[in-house]
């Protein structure tokens, strides 16, 4: 089955503690990204690879990272989180760019106290 | 910068009538518009898409969109609502010359039976 698969799903973690978030896609996709979704302001994109080694800052990209060693992964990093980096995130992957269907992950739900 | 309005933040029909969810955005050339489905609990799900060509699309669900380029908007339409078409509905705008969807901050629909 074709899918993006996040996990974990739920997190609770302290601030300053780094955390990963791991996304992978089955489907061969170029085009991953990470978006944050917040109450009232809809999803908003953290970063973007368009292929191996090839990632990209978008609109709110200040205190995560992310790498891309392999087409299928493509995990989001907080290494110092804090508060305000509580959020619903979600994983995305297309066939090429962003101009494509994209299929999302069921989502972390993230909560920094 | 491209924008996204979704002026309707909370949307209440009975079942079997007739839905529309307004989209405006706001891009200087032909834009990709999409139409992106959240059930509670779920990652987003492409409902339709459009790129170019005939302005009336049809998606999955029963769902169609009109693109009209004259009022900036893409709205979202569906002649008889089912009690399961309750969900969160997000409008987002691609461009060629930016590598993001832009995402409206979503409309919720409640359908009352």
């Known amino acids: 089955e074709a899918q993006v698969t996040q996990n974990p799903r739920y997190l609770i973690t302290v601030t300053g503690k780094k955390l990963t978030v791991t996304c992978s896609q089955n489907?061969?996709?170029?085009?991953m990204s990470w978006y944050r979704q917040d109450p009232g302001l809809g999803l908003r994109q953290i970063y973007y690879?368009?292929?191996?080694?090839?990632?990209d800052k978008g609109d709110v990209p200040e205190g995560y990272k992310v790498s891309r060693k392999e087409k299928r992964n493509f995990p989001l990093i907080l290494e110092s989180p804090s508060p305000n980096q509580t959020s619903l995130y979600f994983c995305?992957?297309?066939?090429?760019?962003?101009?494509?269907?994209?299929?999302f992950g069921q989502g972390t739900r993230l909560t920094v106290v | 910068a491209q924008s996204v309005t979704q002026p309707d933040i909370h949307i209440t029909v009975s079942e079997g009538a007739s839905l529309e969810l307004r989209c405006n955005y706001s891009y200087g050339a032909t834009p990709y518009l999409f139409w992106y489905v959240q059930s509670p609990g779920q990652g987003l799900q492409l409902l339709l898409k459009y790129f170019s060509g005939d302005t009336l699309v049809q998606g999955i669900k029963g769902f169609e969109a009109e693109f009209k380029r004259s009022q900036s908007s893409f709205n979202l339409r569906k002649p008889s609502v089912h009690w399961s078409d309750a969900a969160e509905y997000f409008c987002a705008v691609g461009s060629t010359g930016r590598r993001a969807l832009t995402f409206g901050s979503g409309t919720r629909l409640q359908v009352q039976p």
């Open positions: 489907m061969n996709h170029e085009y």
């Open positions: 690879s368009m292929n191996v080694e090839v990632t």
């Open positions: 995305a992957s297309s066939l090429r760019d962003r101009n494509t269907e994209a299929f």
